[in-house]
């Protein structure tokens, strides 16, 4: 692998569940820099509508995010999870729970003691984020977990299934995708089948397919009561026309009137579609150093 967003890393690949005989790969960056360990870790998440995509889809990648985890010595690692419509919704967030406690076991830390250069994990430091569905994974994560994740991040997360619940009156991207895309995989699908990894070009107009006609509602679940030290800290496109701007804030509106003090959920919106910050560079961007300040700050300390 040698794109540019995560050239400064060593990857290693492993799988940390299997389902069947199909193996559930997660992907661990490593930074090249002299190892400083224990190093702290950022769990991230890949979005594509949890129908598609790929932990190392880099499309879906933000470059500031492995900016992030250069600048702090950190380990970046990224599960795959079972994609809809395959699998379902349950079985999603079960692989979220088996990679928690894959993360936790004595094979994780010997896959790093056995790196060429043998490195450690801090994991009482560790950051969560995601990208669209990976932000709700991101979200799931920490609440899930909040006593045991300093902070979460979460980019234009998918949070309020209402969105994705009827059809839209504006397409995602202002391009509209047949119908008939969605209904003719439904119809070849084989459910309860396994995938994991899914980032070809007719995987893209899927996913478009079913989040413009109302097709991926039912499918998300966020719960817990307690928010991570650091609080959940989410950015936005204003123009976001795949997530609408007020789901999220509706979102966060709500997570805010739990009156559970500490930063809770944050919100920065900025001007930008879906996906605006993919290559963005965390170290030229203020206002996302601003707008993760609180949640770097509890990670780190």
Known sequence: MTDPKIANFDLIQAPYKKVGTHEIRTDILIPKSAPASPRPIIIRYHGGGLVMGDSLFMLFFPHWLSDLATK???IIVSPNYRLLPEATSPEIYADIE????????????????????????????????????????????????PRA??????????????????????PPFGHSTPESVYEEYMASVELGSVKSSWSVPESLTFMLAAGEYGHLSGFLRVRGVEFPKGGIAVIHGRQDSLVPIGDVEGFVEKAQGLG???????????????????DLRFDEEEWMQEAFEGAVAAWLE
């Open 149 to 170: 994740i300093r902070a979460a991040t979460a980019s234009y997360p998918m949070i309020e299934p209402g969105a994705f619940s009827s059809a839209r009156v504006h």
């Open 260 to 278: 559970l003090g500490g930063p809770g959920v944050t919100l920065t919106v900025r001007d930008g579609e879906h996906g605006f910050d993919g």
């Open 72 to 74: 702090h010595n950190a």
């Open 98 to 145: 088996d990679f928690w406690t894959w993360l936790h076991s004595s094979e994780f830390s010997a896959i790093l003691s056995s790196h060429s250069v043998p490195t450690e994990a801090d994991l009482t430091r560790i950051l969560t984020a995601g990208d669209s569905a990976g932000g709700l994974l991101s979200i799931y994560t920490a609440l899930s977990h």
